[in-house]
């Protein structure tokens, strides 16, 4: 399965602490390379890396059937996500549209000062 599909992802994070969250939101593939209906879809593959083009193997996310995905914990810098959709027989697309989030976290201002 070489599915060709477009994901539309929406970036947004959260700072907590020292760490950002990012959540993905993408819209499921309905065709085949080919053409043909895609029948046996069984889930999605995050991938990120620090370079454009360049994504850690090691960290890929399975996130199952899902459309959308939050993702923790991340430290300040630049992201950039790309998914895959695998079938039950575990044939993964090719990488989707690239998205990047650049993540900046300011302390927390002090509280309870006088």
Do not use: H
């Amino acid at each position: 399965m070489r599915n060709l599909f477009v994901l539309l992802f929406v970036l947004c994070f959260a700072a907590i602490g020292f760490a950002a969250d990012v959540t993905l939101t993408w819209q499921s593939p309905t065709t085949n390379a080919d053409g043909t209906p895609l029948t046996d879809l069984a889930g999605y593959k995050i991938y990120y890396g620090n370079i454009s083009g360049t994504y850690d193997k090691t960290k890929a996310v399975d996130v199952g059937n899902v459309l959308t995905k939050t993702l923790i914990n991340f430290c300040e810098g630049t992201y950039y996500f790309v998914a895959t959709a695998y079938d039950t027989s575990g044939n993964e697309s090719v990488y989707s549209n690239e998205v990047s989030k650049v993540i900046n976290i300011a302390p927390a201002a002090p509280t309870g000062l006088q």
